[in-house]
């Protein structure tokens, strides 16, 4: 059963002044705990044995003697045998006393069941709980169904192999790195079969989760992350910003698109296969006239989630978008928490937010300035599930 709002809003009302943000060592941990402290809240990073040097040496919080930081971020490490781990009753107690806000990234709601995190983390999450699993494309209500019932474009659904008529993608998890993409491009159901069979073979998709893949026309069109933030602390008509926009590095598939045709037709049959998986980011704006139709996009999500999922989106989601040849964004995927491809603004911020904002506005600093503002009000209770 869902933990009642209530029991979470009643924990953060015995919280210190100054609460730990929190989040798992992955994904955008660093952008997250560098807003923190650039706020003056201390930072605490979650992380697994054996992938903890990044924050608990490199990113570690240097002080002076007078206790002032100089260096690093990460104010306090916490180390588990696997991430799963840190969910356990009494790691959800010392989180509790030491007042820490967790704040969700892809990495907690990837390596901590579901099921879990909705009914039995008893840790306040900065963000929407509830929203974590829209993410999951094989659960009936997802948010392909958010963003239908929000008229937001998306993707052409492809009913099944045999309907293929148009250049598709396949979009499933990796067979072994289930945080990762074992997607394929196909143009036939000939072509599925024989790529699909491929992949198989060597390991990167495993049959039942092509059983339950999404078929859908790929959007010919540059790919443009548009990473906004909400409030509940402001009036409705004030609630949405935009921080910024980011675009994939996905590993050998940007090596291929920058090699000739007759090269790429040289390549062993099996390389011409590109891997999805994401490896980096890149900063992007985007042309102003296209601004107010991103902006309409991102009103319509947080209606939707309000009305679906009460009490909404909380903070900051990303829209995944192409945009087609006249310049329409079309959603391919969201990201109902902080996006991937924050790190890439961290410390200069956004372009967008520090425009709004009249300083460098990262999203780990907004988060960590939504928190401030909401514990020096006493509204902290609005921003957590």
């Not at 990837?110 to 659960?139: D, H, K, M, Q, W």
């Not at 992949?199 to 039942?208: A, V």
Request: charged fraction near 25%; include cysteine; hydrophobic fraction near 40%.
């Amino acid at each position: 059963m869902p933990i009642p709002l209530a029991e979470i809003r009643a924990l953060v009302g015995q919280y210190p002044r100054t609460p730990v943000v929190g989040a798992v060592g992955s994904h955008s941990a660093i952008d997250i705990a560098d807003g923190a402290v650039t706020e003056g809240l201390p930072s605490l990073v979650l992380a697994q044995e054996g992938r903890e040097a990044t924050y608990a040496r490199y990113f570690r919080t240097l002080r002076y003697h007078a206790g002032g930081r100089h260096r690093g971020c990460v104010d306090d490490v916490w180390t588990f045998p696997r991430f799963a781990d840190l969910a356990a009753p009494a790691v959800q107690e010392r989180m509790r006393s030491h007042g820490v806000l967790l704040v969700p990234n892809r990495a907690f709601s990837s390596y901590v069941p579901l099921e879990t995190i909705e009914n039995e983390f008893r840790v306040p999450i900065v963000g929407s709980r509830a929203l974590l699993r829209i993410e999951e494309r094989t659960e009936r209500e997802n948010y392909y169904t958010l963003l239908a019932g929000a008229q937001i474009p998306t993707p052409r659904a492809i009913a099944s192999p045999e309907a293929i008529d148009r250049l598709a993608i396949v979009k499933l998890p990796h067979a072994t790195r289930r945080l990762e993409r074992g997607f394929f491009t196909v143009a036939s159901p000939q072509e599925f079969r024989k790529r699909s069979s491929q992949l198989l073979e060597n390991g990167t998709i495993r049959s039942d989760d092509l059983a339950q893949a999404r078929i859908e026309e790929y959007v010919l069109g540059p790919v443009f992350n548009f990473n906004f933030f909400f409030s509940p602390l402001v009036p409705r008509a004030e609630g949405l910003e935009l921080l910024g926009v980011d675009e994939r590095r996905e590993s050998d598939l940007d090596g291929l698109v920058r090699l000739p045709a007759a090269q790429q037709l040289e390549l062993p049959e099996t390389a011409r296969i590109p891997s999805y998986t994401v490896v980096g980011h890149g900063t992007l704006t985007v042309r102003e006239s296209i601004l107010e139709e991103i902006f309409r996009m991102g009103e319509k999500f947080v209606d939707a989630t309000r009305e679906r999922y009460p009490p909404g989106i909380l903070g900051p989601f990303t829209l995944q978008s192409c945009l087609d040849k006249d310049g329409h964004p079309v959603v391919f995927d969201v990201a109902a928490r902080i996006g991937g491809g924050t790190n890439v603004h961290l410390g200069v911020g956004h372009p967008y937010g520090n425009a709004l904002w009249r300083t460098p506005m990262s999203t780990g600093r907004r988060i960590a300035v939504e928190i401030r503002h909401a514990v020096d009000t006493g509204r902290l209770s609005e921003v957590v599930t």
